[in-house]
């Protein structure tokens, strides 16, 4: 397949697929103690990961200063080192977060905040610019949102930031940003189970790059059925924004079921379960750039290999909207 895709209007070029680094992160959490992270993780084998990444030839890290209140950054500039500039690097702002304690406390979105954000970032990356810079305020009011992206374009200008985007899975809030010269995408959620046509519309009408957050459906599409039973896993006792999850001890049963009706199609040509949901994502629209998790060499590899199988055929994709009923 085409290995590579560009970020909407930006005319930067990175590989079809991300990799998004909230799980290498480690643990953080909420005010309330509600896990926030995918538990413990062993920070030399996320260098060692997102290594052979670059080896594999993935171009594209997406994190955020808040994952692992600041850790993910860290160690993801750690692990990139001279390689800096090999990378397109994408990072988000809007929450306030404690180092020390690795606590989301709150959210700011003034323009002194976010320029304050944007230092830290700079700094915790090691780094004198961000390629792709996301507000992470999902819901955040236009007016404000429209103020910030303004700043955005004063960032660029100033050789802070290359282009930025939205993290929303708000067609109209993404677009209040696309009226941005340098907006050049929008972050929002996309897998087989959840589909986002208005969103995937709003990106082809504005000419944005799609960066899909949860293309595995936080593991479920990577045949993960149980819970996790590490305590500082949010999936371990999931809010209720995280689809797919149920009460119990395992995933929500509809959803396994309706994984398994589509098991057949997506593991066609030798795929994985999880290959065949990222080709998918790829035979959905010409701009979308998956960001699946990794925590290890091995998800590493096989996340990395699903581009030599390239996207699903068109023949595929409606049959898999046949098997769900769209």
């Known amino acids: 397949m085409e290995i590579t895709r560009t970020l909407g209007r930006s005319g930067i070029e990175v590989s079809a697929l991300g990799f998004g680094c909230w799980a290498i ?14 538990g413990k993780v062993d920070d030399e084998e996320s260098v060692r990961a997102v290594r052979r990444a670059l080896d594999l030839g993935i171009t594209f890290f997406d994190t955020a200063d808040t994952y692992g209140a600041g850790h993910s950054e860290r160690v993801l500039g750690r692990a990139l080192g001279k ?22 406390t709150g959210s700011d979105h003034t323009p002194g905040y976010a ?7 700079l700094e915790r990356l090691g780094t004198d610019h961000i390629d792709l810079y996301q507000l992470h305020l999902s819901d955040l009011e236009p007016g404000h949102a429209a103020e910030l992206r303004d700043l955005c374009e004063e960032f660029v200008r100033e050789g802070l930031i290359r282009a930025y985007a939205w993290s929303t ?24 189970m959840q589909d986002a046509p208005d969103m995937l519309a709003l990106c082809a009408e504005s000419g944005l790059a799609s960066v899909n957050r949860s293309p ?39 959803w396994l079921a309706r994984i398994d009706a589509l098991k057949e199609i997506l593991t066609s040509e030798g795929r994985t379960l999880a290959q065949g949901a990222l080709a998918w994502i790829w035979a959905r629209s010409p701009r979308t ?38």
């Open 216 to 254: 595995l459906a936080m593991g479920l599409l990577a045949g993960k059925r149980q819970r996790p039973q590490d305590a500082g896993d949010i999936r371990s006792k999931p809010p209720a924004w995280l689809q797919g999850f149920g009460d119990g001890a395992s995933a929500d049963p509809q």
């Open 83 to 104: 390689r800096r500039d090999d990378v397109v690097l994408a990072t988000k702002w809007g929450n306030v977060f404690d180092e020390d304690t690795r606590t989301l």
């Open 25 to 38: 992160g480690g643990e953080w959490q909420g005010a309330d103690g509600q896990p926030l992270g995918w």
């Open 115 to 121: 320029r304050r954000a944007l230092t830290a970032s």
């Open 169 to 192: 899975d708000d067609p109209a809030r993404a677009a209040v940003f696309a009226e941005g010269e340098h907006c050049a995408a929008v972050q929002h959620a996309l897998n087989v």
């Open 289 to 326: 750039v998956p960001i699946p998790g990794f925590r290890s060499v091995g998800q590493a590899e096989q996340n990395a290999s699903a581009l030599e199988k390239g996207p699903l055929t068109a023949e595929q994709v409606s049959e898999v909207g046949r098997v769900l009923g769209r």
